[in-house]
């Protein structure tokens, strides 16, 4: 019988070897970046957003082979030893454990950068990461805040999304050393949502959203319904104000086109942190009319909305909130636009992004004073690139019968200066 414990324990220790070698290998190739990214993919990454990815890769990498190398040591002990069979058959599991929780952080990393599949790509999503970083760099440098820089990647579905600066990844111990903002295909030359992103970054850097849900709760404290209804979303609503300091209606107008899905316009998921799709609409429109006037393309947006959605389709139970909350919507609006952030000495952000900048008259001016050069000049580029997101966007928006030509014009203006270069 001992023999035979002998021999199962010898079993053992060799096919523990024989895992940890298999990991270990795979843990290796690891070290090659373009194992999970082209290399003309990281190339086209600026220097300052893909130096410390790829040191936090190295880095996350390197600690994962060097519990490697240590499952392999007590591996090589058990063959010896049968009392150490136990613990390195622990170390294996822990050491698979930490293989698949690089694996999705450098997956996810890799799968960002190498979005960059072309050429044309590459070179609008760079463009996208210097836009980023310039919708962050005025109220962060207000507030004494480091700007972080961004990695814009490119991916399927409908909405946007960030991983915020800062962030522990998968892998124990890593953190994110950039902002990855996902921007979908069908908004890549449209990029509005790019700075509802930023501004989920910059809210948590100036914490905002707390004075949001503050502001929000007091503009509604005469109904509790409404109360309990809002102020869940004042993570959402601060980055949707941003969006709209930048922006202007370009980034109403293009949020519509994402929330217009009559499968769930009306809808309100348990839990969901956006507010309904109809309300944040409406809510849009109303940002519009304070900061712009009573009259323009918000207007019909609304109207068009309320016919096409009429709240009388809503479940029943929601029917009543919507009404209510479009009656309150010019205080709801009020509020989120007067939140003050606590990193800025509790100044509302519209102190640092005047809502003015962004207005049809405003944009119209910025169109007419730069001429055709607005869309060929590298100073126009540099000094008003937001602001030119904002007029195209505005006249897609505005112009449905013009809207392709404003599409192939936005896509010309976000491709050329890379492609140049």
Not at 22 to 50: I, M, N, P
């Amino acid at each position: 019988m001992s023999t035979v414990v002998e021999l199962d324990r010898h079993l053992v220790a060799a096919d523990l070897e024989r895992q940890v070698a298999h990991w270990l290998a795979a843990a290796r190739t690891f070290r090659d970046a373009e194992e999970f990214a082209s290399l003309e993919a990281w190339k086209s990454v600026e220097r300052d957003t893909g130096a410390p990815l790829r040191k936090q890769l190295h880095a996350c990498v390197e600690e994962l082979i060097a519990l490697g190398d240590a499952t392999a040591a007590l591996v090589a002990a058990a063959r010896r030893d049968p009392a150490a069979i136990a613990p390195a058959a622990a170390a294996v599991q822990r050491f698979r454990r930490r293989y698949a929780q690089v694996d999705t952080t450098l997956d996810f990393l890799g799968d960002a950068v190498n979005s960059r599949t072309s050429p044309v790509l590459r070179a609008a999503l760079t463009t996208l990461d210097r836009l980023a970083v310039a919708s962050m760099a005025p109220v962060l440098q207000r507030a004494n805040k480091s700007v972080p820089r961004v990695l814009v990647y490119q991916d399927k579905g409908t909405g946007a999304s960030i991983l915020r600066a800062g962030v522990r990844l998968w892998a124990p111990g890593a953190v994110m050393p950039v902002a990855a903002i996902k921007i979908v295909r069908h908004n890549l030359y449209r990029p509005t949502s790019l700075f509802h992103e930023s501004g989920h970054q910059v809210a948590h850097l100036t914490n905002w959203v707390p004075s949001m849900h503050a502001s929000i709760a007091k503009a509604l404290a005469d109904d509790v319904e409404l109360h309990a209804m809002w102020t869940p979303w004042a993570s959402e609503i601060a980055a949707d104000v941003y969006a709209f300091l930048l922006t202007g209606y370009a980034s109403v107008a293009a949020l519509y086109d994402v929330v217009g899905d009559a499968a769930s316009i009306l809808r309100w998921p348990i839990g969901d942190p956006h507010p309904v799709g109809w309300l944040r609409t409406a809510l849009g429109c109303a940002f519009s009319r304070q900061c712009f006037g009573a009259e323009g393309p918000w207007v019909s947006l609304q109207r068009a909305m309320e016919t096409h959605f009429p709240a009388s389709t809503a479940e029943a139970t929601l029917q009543p909130l919507l009404t209510r909350s479009l009656a309150a919507m010019p205080r709801i609006a009020a509020a989120c636009l007067s939140a003050g952030v606590p990193a800025l000495g509790g100044r509302p952000m519209t102190d640092v992004l005047d809502p003015a900048r962004v207005s049809p008259a405003a944009l119209a001016e910025l169109e007419r004073t730069a001429g055709t050069a607005l869309w060929t000049s590298p100073h126009w580029r540099n000094t008003e690139g937001i602001r030119i997101v904002a007029l195209a966007g505005l006249r897609e928006a505005e112009r449905p019968e013009a809207a392709s030509q404003w599409i192939d014009r936005a896509r010309t203006w976000l491709t050329t200066e890379a492609r140049a270069a």
